[in-house]
Antibody, heavy 120, light 107 residues
């Protein structure tokens, strides 16, 4: 069974940093691309970052580019999101999502999410 | 960026009703369109990918259709567990973008 478990969320002051983790199990982690998707309180879903299985391809949304860094450790079946220069509008639940690709892709498995609150 | 617009933003329905949610893309996305369901406070769940292909384990009362810029998700007979928020998402280009969501509430 595919399992994705996020951790690392919490309360941080504006301008601060936080590192999120996503522990994967139940599938061959290195063969799948992964994504981070966030959801601000009471709002919709926002894709923010993608990393290919080999980390060769990495993409970011404009809203986090230059501030967030996605990475992965395939030996440890783990995905990370380093978040720097955090702003109030980064407050959200952050989900990791597996990218299933078959000529086109979709997010077929999601973690339960971890809440990041940016507040002074 | 491709903008995704869903309608309606919310709707009220009863158990057993047939419900249709529409999603419009700001430019053609072919059939690179996916639908997700999010039940209160939980993680999203994939329902339909590639516009019309039901994800394994999803009940057959759900169906998706469309291509180009206009898509729809239909629930043929609403069940109590279907009261949730639904999102469309395009995977034609990066950044991947979602619709704003459609909340299906009990009438």
């Amino acid at each position: 069974e595919v399992q994705l478990v996020e951790s690392g969320g919490g309360v941080v002051q504006p301008g601060g940093s936080l590192r999120l983790s996503c522990a994967a199990s139940g599938f061959s982690f290195s063969t799948y691309a992964m994504n981070w998707v966030r959801q601000a309180p009471g709002k919709g879903l926002e894709w923010i970052s993608y990393i290919s299985g080999s980390s060769v391809a990495i993409y970011y949304s404009d809203s986090v580019k230059g501030r967030f860094t996605i990475s992965r450790d395939n030996a440890k079946n783990s995905l990370f999101l380093q978040m720097d220069s955090l702003r109030d509008d980064d407050t959200a639940v952050y989900y990791c999502a597996r990218d299933y690709w078959n000529d086109v892709d979709w997010f077929d498995s999601w973690g339960q999410g971890t809440l990041v609150t940016v507040s002074s | 960026d491709i903008q995704m617009t869903q309608s309606p933003s919310s709707l009220s329905a009863s158990v057993g009703d047939r419900v249709t949610i529409t999603c419009r893309a700001s430019q053609s996305v072919g059939t690179y369109l996916n639908w997700y369901q999010q039940q209160g406070g939980k993680a999203p769940k994939l329902l339909v990918h590639s516009s019309s292909i039901l994800q394994s384990g999803v009940p057959s009362r759900f169906s998706g259709s469309g291509s180009g810029t206009d898509f729809s998700l239909t629930v043929s007979s609403l069940q109590p567990e279907d009261f949730a928020t639904y999102y469309c998402q395009q995977s034609y280009s990066t950044p991947r973008t979602f619709g704003q969501g459609t909340k299906v509430e009990l009438k």
